[in-house]
Every structure is written in C-alpha cells, then in structure tokens.
C-alpha cells in the first residue's frame, strides 16, 4: 500500500544517513505523547488554553527533531 511504501522510503533514507541519535527519537515520541495529550483534552473537557499548550509542546519537540535533524547532515 502507499503507506507502507513511504514508511520504507522513510526508513531507509534514516538508515542511509546513519541518524541513529537518541534525543531525534526521545523528541519524536514526546510528539507522539502531545498528540494524544490533545486528543484526550479534546474528547473530554476541551479546555481550549490546555490543548494549545499540548499543541505547542508538541510543535517544540517537532522543531527539536529539526534541529538535530540539521545539525546531524551539517
């Protein structure tokens, strides 16, 4: 499926470039954890300041794999 295509294409490109770099993966599931922060504030109580606080905190850790990202190919 094209899913599974892009997550192999993904996969390799992480290999080639050899990005095996804790803080890129602590980073990315802290926006994995954000995401589901915001979700459940918004099935449950909807607080509007408390889901953008689990959006920006996510959005941080989204640019932190960016810069690392960056820094690791320069």
Do not use: E, K, P
Request: charged fraction near 10%; hydrophobic fraction near 55%; proline fraction near 0%.
């Amino acid at each position: 499926s094209r899913r599974q295509r892009q997550m192999c294409i993904r996969d390799r490109l992480y290999l080639s470039l050899g990005l095996d770099n804790m803080a890129m993966l602590i980073c990315a599931w802290l926006f994995v954890i954000f995401r589901c922060i915001q979700t459940i504030i918004h099935l449950t109580y909807n607080n509007v300041i408390h889901r953008m606080l689990a959006f920006w905190f996510g959005f941080l850790s989204v640019m932190a794999v960016w810069g690392i990202l960056v820094s690791l190919l320069s």
